[in-house]
């Protein structure tokens, strides 16, 4: 048998388990994975020398551990694909338990003001009219700063204040009807729905008190940081914190389901529509499915301040842009990958991963949204006014600025009425007509600071930040 020529004797050796030749140096086998002693001695190694018969016997038709690795790779895959298939194709969510008596539904604005924006599509939109008259039907103090945005029920007005009393005023005359003092720090405006006010605290309890007389009548423990309002519809409070989304039982305050949210700071009142239900969070836009809870899509949007729904489509606001989301968008198939990807991207390994699907973003290039209000919505426009003053209004149909106005200062949302869109300035509050921003009317305030707008048939309700509430009598029909 002849011999092959190698490198000196010790610089070669065989290796014990699969006898593949290797450089004496190396300390694992490339074959095997084998960890290997130092080489004992030193000798010639006969060209197509067989491994072992031990080592036949131990590993068949040349199972390695290096096969080994690649097939749990492969069933890894496989169980992920499998995974996946499951949770798409065959896997149905359980249903959300629903309240046992479903008359509790937020009304429309009008005669009332039920929610923070209006109703629970958050348009900020009302039939009634406004009369900007120099003269208020009366003032008040409220003896602590305004905290939270207002509501009413046509009766009276609910406001939370910065000493964490909710209190309610009457509309005939701006006195106090009650007081409640919260057992914890108050962040979100009450909801009115029927003769039930709704709170959520800070440290997560929610409270229903009695609308007439501001008696506790159920208080209910949910977890969670609630910096929102809560939704009322079809029997059922929705309430947002950071860590979940819950469903509570309005007449009861049972807590009937909870979906893990997992987000940052939740900014505004969910949104509950025929078939979703609508989260706006600090990082982003969350849409539900309302039968399971299961989330269906989700849009990155940092800065998020407002969203608002015409029942197809979410309209979200921030202070970088505006944009358009079809409620039967859904989420790609590999969106679990999406912080992976974006790492390597990060990295330079990857390309950017694409953004999750919209209908259009408004214009940011040249006139980018600065701190900005939440929005109000039409049939046709989205109305978006920004602190230091520009008033947009967004075409529907493509996001293109409709037009665009210089209003001054805005301390506030803006509110479409049955006269006009009504803007809440620092120094003044202004009508102006939604199909190009001509002023309409304008109405001095005696001083320049925030302040927030509630109108309802008995009037325009002022609210200023230090404390002073105005009601300003409505227009003639």
Same mark, same amino acid.
């Given at each position: 048998?002849?011999?092959v020529?190698r490198?000196p004797p010790?610089?070669?050796?065989?290796?014990?388990?699969c006898?593949?030749?290797?450089?004496?140096?190396?300390?694992?086998c490339?074959?095997?994975?084998?960890a290997l002693a130092?080489?004992?001695?030193?000798?010639?190694?006969?060209?197509?020398?067989?491994?072992?018969?031990?080592?036949?016997?131990?590993?068949g038709?040349?199972?390695? @551990?290096?096969r080994?690795v690649q097939l749990?790779l492969v069933?890894? #895959?496989?169980?992920f694909?499998?995974?996946w298939?499951?949770?798409?194709?065959i896997?149905?969510p359980?249903?959300?338990?629903?309240?046992?008596?479903a008359?509790?539904?937020a009304?429309?604005?009008?005669?009332?003001w039920?929610?923070?924006?209006?109703?629970?599509?958050?348009?900020?939109?009302?039939?009634?009219?406004?009369?900007?008259?120099e003269?208020?039907a009366?003032?008040r103090?409220l003896?602590?700063p305004?905290?939270?945005?207002?509501?009413s029920?046509g009766?009276r007005v609910?406001?939370g204040?910065?000493?964490?009393?909710?209190?309610?005023?009457r509309?005939v005359?701006?006195e106090?009807?009650?007081?409640y003092?919260?057992?914890?720090?108050?962040?979100?405006?009450?909801?009115?729905?029927?003769?039930?006010?709704?709170?959520?605290l @800070?440290?997560g309890?929610?409270?229903?008190?009695?609308?007439?007389?501001?008696?506790?009548?159920w208080?209910?423990?949910?977890?969670?940081?609630?910096?929102?309002?809560?939704?009322v519809?079809?029997?059922?409070?929705?309430?947002?914190?950071d860590?979940?989304?819950?469903?509570?039982?309005?007449?009861?305050g049972?807590?009937?389901w909870e979906?893990?949210?997992d987000?940052? +700071?939740?900014?505004?009142?969910p949104?509950i529509?025929?078939?979703?239900?609508v989260?706006?969070?600090?990082?982003?836009?969350?849409?539900h499915?309302?039968?399971t809870?299961?989330?269906?899509?989700r849009?990155?949007?940092?800065?998020?301040?407002?969203?608002t729904?015409?029942?197809t489509?979410?309209?979200?606001?921030?202070?970088?842009?505006?944009?358009?989301v079809?409620l039967q968008?859904?989420?790609?198939?590999?969106?679990g990958?999406?912080?992976?990807?974006t790492?390597?991207?990060?990295?330079?390994?990857a390309?950017l991963?694409? @953004?999750?699907?919209?209908?259009?973003?408004?214009?940011t290039?040249?006139?980018?949204?600065?701190a900005v209000?939440?929005?109000?919505?039409?049939?046709?426009?989205?109305?978006i006014a920004?602190?230091?003053?520009t008033?947009?209004?967004?075409?529907?149909?493509?996001?293109?600025?409709a037009?665009?106005v210089?209003?001054? +200062?805005?301390?506030?949302?803006?509110?479409?009425?049955?006269?006009?869109?009504?803007?809440?300035?620092?120094?003044?509050l202004?009508?102006?007509?939604t199909?190009?921003?001509?002023?309409?009317a304008?109405?001095?305030?005696?001083?320049?600071?925030?302040?927030?707008v509630?109108?309802i048939e008995?009037g325009?309700? #002022?609210?200023?930040?230090s404390?002073r509430?105005?009601?300003y009598?409505?227009?003639?029909?």
């Open positions: 048998m002849s011999l020529q490198p010790a610089a070669v050796r065989t290796c014990p388990t006898g593949r030749a290797i450089a004496a140096r190396q300390r694992r490339r074959e095997c994975l084998l130092p080489p004992a001695g030193t000798g010639w190694v006969r060209a197509g020398d067989a491994p072992p018969a031990a080592a036949r016997r131990r590993f038709i040349r199972w390695t @551990r290096w080994i749990v069933l890894a #895959v496989a169980a694909a499998g995974r298939a499951y949770d798409h194709y896997y149905e359980p249903k959300l338990a629903l309240a046992a008596e008359s509790a539904q009304g429309a604005p009008g005669v009332a039920p929610a923070a924006d209006g109703d629970s599509l958050a348009q900020r939109r009302t039939p009634a009219r406004v009369a900007l008259s003269t208020p009366w003032t103090e003896g602590a305004v905290r939270t945005d207002a509501t029920d009766e609910y406001v204040l910065g000493d964490d009393r909710i209190v309610a005023l509309m005359d701006g106090q009807a009650w007081a003092r919260s057992p914890n720090t108050l962040w979100s405006p009450p909801a009115v729905v029927g003769d039930t006010v709704y709170l959520t @800070r440290r309890d929610v409270v229903a008190l009695d609308a007439a007389t501001g008696v506790e009548r208080s209910v423990h949910t977890g969670g940081s609630f910096f929102a309002a809560p939704a519809a079809d029997g059922v409070l929705v309430v947002a914190a860590e979940l989304i819950a469903g509570v039982e309005a007449a009861s049972r807590v009937l979906v893990p949210l987000e940052t +700071r939740v900014v505004r009142s949104l529509l025929a078939e979703h239900i989260v706006a969070s600090g990082a982003g836009v969350l849409v499915d309302r039968a809870g299961v989330r269906t899509y849009f990155p949007q940092s800065g998020n301040v407002g969203i729904s015409d029942g489509r979410v309209y979200s606001v921030s202070a970088n842009f505006a944009v358009a079809d968008a859904r989420l790609p198939w590999w969106e990958l999406r912080g992976v990807w790492q390597l991207w990060i990295w330079g390994f390309s991963p694409p @953004r999750p699907e919209s209908d259009w973003i408004g214009p290039r040249g006139a980018p949204f600065r209000h939440a929005p109000a919505l039409d049939a046709e426009r989205l109305y920004d602190e230091p003053g008033v947009r209004a967004l075409r529907l149909a493509d996001g293109t600025e037009w665009r210089e209003a001054g +200062r805005q301390a506030g949302a803006p509110t479409l009425t049955g006269s006009g869109l009504l803007l809440a300035g620092r120094d003044a202004s009508l102006r007509a199909a190009d921003g001509a002023e309409l304008r109405l001095p305030q005696p001083t320049a600071e925030q302040r927030r509630l109108v008995r325009v309700v #002022v609210l200023d930040q404390g509430v105005a009601l009598a409505a227009a003639a029909p």
